[in-house]
T-cell receptor
């Protein structure tokens, strides 16, 4: 158990809908990263938040957005969903210790868009 | 061309074999190199972390980095059926507090009893 929690575990929805994925980082970790894992694209970085502020964006669509709240949990919002958005969505949290930063991944949310 | 290329596999070996997993990369700015293990329907789990060329050993696992050739490897000695999983190499740049990872596509490994 990495200490990172994600809810829900599974989500089935229809095209055009909007969903929110939630992530709670390990206690004390200030950074939250979101990744998307699909069969054809592999594991891809979406966005990074550090202590409530957006720090970096990767291959994140404009239909997707995220935020990190004062209690450090994070939410990833996916809107106007398309079939191709079906994937596993992971969050990871990290902290820097002794010059090293390690990302610990949650169990993921499996999204199926029908 | 992808920034990180990983041997696609799948790879199937008998129990006790030595396994070699490899990745190449094109971005010489990558400074941190990791290997993650991902069991089916689970999140990736960090196995090895290194930032220098050379070898790093942890139990049955050895990570090897050759920055001059832009090539990293993970060796698993005395492989066990419990090692059956997908292995992902990952790399990151030094960029302040932002350390987003760039992953290889993963190699699916099966260790047969």
């Amino acid at each position: 158990d990495s200490g990172v929690t994600q809810t829900p575990k599974h989500l089935i929805t229809a095209t055009g809908q909007r969903v929110t994925l939630r992530c709670s980082p390990r206690s004390g970790d200030l950074s939250v990263y979101w990744y998307q894992q699909s069969l054809d694209q592999g594991l891809q970085f979406l966005i990074h938040y550090y202590n409530g502020e957006e720090r970096a964006k990767g291959n994140i669509l404009e239909r997707f957005s995220a935020q990190q709240f004062p209690d450090l949990h994070s939410e990833l919002n996916l809107s106007s969903l398309e079939l191709g958005d079906s994937a596993l969505y992971f969050c990871a949290s990290s902290r820097r210790q002794g010059g090293q930063e390690t990302q610990y991944f949650g169990p993921g949310t499996r999204l199926l868009v029908l | 061309q992808k920034e990180v290329e990983q041997d696609p596999g799948p790879l199937s070996v008998p129990e006790g074999a030595i396994v070699s997993l490899n990745c190449t990369y094109s971005n010489s700015a990558f400074q941190y190199f990791m290997w993650y293990r991902q069991y089916s329907r689970k999140g990736p789990e960090l196995l090895m972390y290194t930032y220098s060329s050379g070898n790093k050993e942890d139990g049955r696992f050895t990570a090897q980095v050759d920055k001059s050739s832009k090539y990293i490897s993970l060796f698993i000695r005395d492989s066990q059926p419990s090692d059956s999983a997908t292995y992902l190499c990952a790399m990151s740049l030094f960029s302040g507090s932002a350390r987003q990872l760039t992953f290889g596509s993963g190699t699916q490994l099966t260790v047969l009893p």
